[in-house]
Nanobody
Framework: QEQLVESGGGLVQAGGSLRLSCAAS????????MAWFRQAPGKERKFVAG????????HYSDSVKGRFTISRDNAKNTVYLQMNSLKPEDAAVYLC???????????????WGQGTQVTVSS
């Protein structure tokens, strides 16, 4: 079965850093574009960062640009999100997602993980 499992979430003070990981299984990871989304309580899910499967091209939402970095290790079937200079507004459940193309991974991913909680205290 296709599966995405996130890890690395937790509690951090504002200005701190966290590194999230997403382990994929059950599909050809290297042929899929990957992305991170986040959803705060009572708010809609928002795109955070994405990375293509072919060239490693990345895209970030304006709110995290310059602070977050998405990367992938195809040998380990894992995508990462390095989060620096965290702000209270970054607090949310972070979800990993996968799609066959660069456009769909940012709008309607095929596969979703269950999410990992990130809490930022001030």
């Amino acid at each position: 079965q296709e599966q995405l499992v996130e890890s690395g979430g937790g509690l951090v003070q504002a200005g701190g850093s966290l590194r999230l990981s997403c382990a994929a299984s059950g599909f050809s990871f290297s042929a899929y574009a990957m992305a991170w989304f986040r959803q705060a309580p009572g708010k809609e899910r928002k795109f955070v960062a994405g990375i293509s499967w072919r060239t490693g091209v990345t895209h970030y939402s304006d709110s995290v640009k310059g602070r977050f970095t998405i990367s992938r290790d195809n040998a380990k079937n894992t995508v990462y999100l390095q989060m620096n200079s965290l702000k209270p507004e970054d607090a949310a459940v972070y979800l990993c997602a996968a799609s066959r193309n660069w456009v769909d991974v940012q709008t309607s991913p095929r596969y979703w993980g269950q999410g990992t909680q990130v809490t930022v205290s001030s």
